[in-house]
């Protein structure tokens, strides 16, 4: 899929101000400093649409990108981040799952994972109270130029073994790299096949 254009809409903490279109929606989950923000500028061809920054806890908000005019990106603050307070943490997890909950253009979450690390409970947990509340969502393994193949395939074997053990099948999942731009035809692919058949129901 080709990206024509990307813009920024609106950044809210209530599932209920979000864009009132019905166009389809993806959205990036995952811990503080997977690498969510910087996934979204990849796939857009673009440095700064979506913050970055090397200090986890930078994306606090529902973010909502449209792309090509008829779908959207959305960034989320990551789960996990140990450096905000407590009370920060519950409003965070409580719009989070609201718009999970609530939202019904989301077509798929994208839970984001390191794939430098073992697989976490954090990650695990939310995997499956996604598939308990019925949202779709596949995983996509982050950072992949840290990494050699043969230490790739490794972490994806640890995965697939504990994932296995709860899930009938695999999850669909996508391993890439937004500094060596790995990935993005897979993830762009998927996302434009996935609209057309949502056009075709
Ligand atoms: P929060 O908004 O805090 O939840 O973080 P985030 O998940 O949006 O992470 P962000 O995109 O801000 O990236 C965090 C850090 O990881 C930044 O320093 C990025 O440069 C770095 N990073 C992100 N993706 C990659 C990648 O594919 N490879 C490498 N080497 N670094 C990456
Ligand atoms: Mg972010």
């Known amino acids: 899929m080709l990206i024509k254009s990307a813009e920024f809409v609106m950044s809210n903490s209530d599932v209920a101000k979000c864009p009132k279109d019905r166009l389809p929606e993806y959205a990036f989950i995952g811990r503080s400093n997977v690498g969510k923000s910087s996934l979204i500028n990849m796939l857009t061809n673009r440095k700064s649409l979506a913050k970055t920054s090397g200090r986890p806890g930078k994306t606090q908000l529902i973010n909502h990108f449209l792309i090509?005019?008829?779908?959207?990106?959305?960034?989320?603050?990551?789960?996990?981040?140990?450096?905000?307070?407590?009370?920060?943490?519950?409003?965070?997890?409580?719009?989070?799952?609201?718009?999970?909950?609530?939202r019904e253009q989301l077509i798929s979450a994208f839970v984001l994972v390191d794939i430098r690390h073992t697989p976490q409970p954090i990650d695990l947990e939310f995997m499956q109270w996604l598939g308990e509340n019925g949202i779709p969502f596949s995983i996509i393994f982050t950072k992949a130029d840290k990494l050699k193949p043969k230490a790739i395939e490794n972490h994806i074997n640890a995965y697939k073994d504990i994932l296995m053990e709860t899930w009938e099948d695999m999850p669909n999942y996508f391993i890439t790299s937004s500094s060596k731009e790995i990935g993005k035809e897979e993830l762009l692919n998927y996302i434009d096949n996935t609209n057309s058949n949502l056009k075709l129901d």
């Open 68 to 102: 090509n005019k008829n779908w959207y990106l959305v960034d989320l603050p990551g789960y996990g981040y140990a450096r905000v307070s407590k009370s920060t943490k519950k409003v965070f997890q409580k719009f989070i799952t609201a718009y999970f909950a609530k």
